[in-house]
């Protein structure tokens, strides 16, 4: 069954540092979203991309965070300048684009974690 | 602002009885409605959705109602295996699938052998 792979699965780094997570999402999907869960809360959408162009961000996703699909199979999230509120599990997710009206399930991957220091 | 709420935060259920878990919701742009399971250290895997012009849509063990005039829907897991035990999470989101989920806190389920 096609799955969404994320790497690293844990990723340390220091305050300040850049930091690439990367997903590849279901080959035939092509809407591709960003979510994460900061320790003990709820999971919070980041951003949705579609066509090579961002669809929807949410406040978190500020101009610390891009978004890129570089070739065919990989969508990258990057956070420029870490801080130790970035801290969270990052999850990748894939969806199918429905005809008009019809709704699509997102369908996640296992998760990056990442620690700042 | 909790657009979505699991007011339980854990529940227990003996194996083989009925689990019932709940949502409400306070957006009323929402229209398509889904439960996730999520194990420890793995992303959260879908198990049901419900559209907004539906009140049940079922799945082997797994069926979900939706209240809309209740802003309330659920998830019933019967029987309820030990396999079973994970934190599900509801999430809905406006239009389509599409659009970006919004979560509620979880729950953890507990079936005790």
């Known amino acids: 069954e096609p799955e969404v792979t994320q790497t690293p699965s844990h990723q340390v780094t220091q305050m300040g540092q850049e930091v690439i997570l990367r997903c590849v999402p279901i080959?035939?999907?092509?809407?591709f979203y960003w979510y994460r869960q900061i320790l003990g809360q709820k999971v919070e959408f980041l951003v949705s991309?579609?066509?090579?162009?961002?669809?929807?961000k949410s406040e978190i996703f500020d101009d610390q965070f891009s978004v890129e699909r570089p070739d065919g199979s990989n969508f990258t999230l990057k956070i420029r300048s870490t801080k130790l509120e970035d801290s969270a599990m990052y999850f990748c997710?894939?969806?199918?684009?429905?005809?008009?009206?019809?709704?699509?399930?997102?369908?996640f991957g296992p998760g990056t974690r990442l620690t700042v220091l | 602002d909790q657009q979505v709420k699991q007011n339980s935060p854990s529940l227990s259920v003996q194996e083989g009885r009925i689990s019932i878990l709940n949502c409400d919701y306070t957006?009323?742009?929402?229209?398509?409605f889904l439960w996730y399971k999520k194990y420890p250290a793995e992303g959260p895997t879908f198990l049901i959705s419900?559209?907004?012009?539906?009140d049940k849509n079922e799945d082997g063990r797994f069926t979900v109602f939706l209240n809309k005039s209740a802003k309330h829907l659920s998830l019933h897991i019967v029987p309820s295996q030990p396999g079973d035990s994970a934190v599900y999470f509801c999430?809905?989101?406006?239009?389509?699938?599409?659009?970006?989920?919004?979560f509620g806190k979880g729950t953890r389920l507990s079936v005790i052998a």
């Open positions: 080959s035939n999907h092509l809407y």
């Open positions: 957006n009323s742009m929402f229209d398509y």
């Open positions: 999430a809905a989101s406006e239009d389509s699938g599409n659009t970006p989920l919004v």
């Open positions: 419900i559209s907004s012009i539906k």
């Open positions: 997710a894939s969806s199918p684009r429905g005809q008009f009206g019809y709704s699509d399930t997102q369908y």
């Open positions: 991309f579609y066509n090579n162009e961002i669809s929807e």
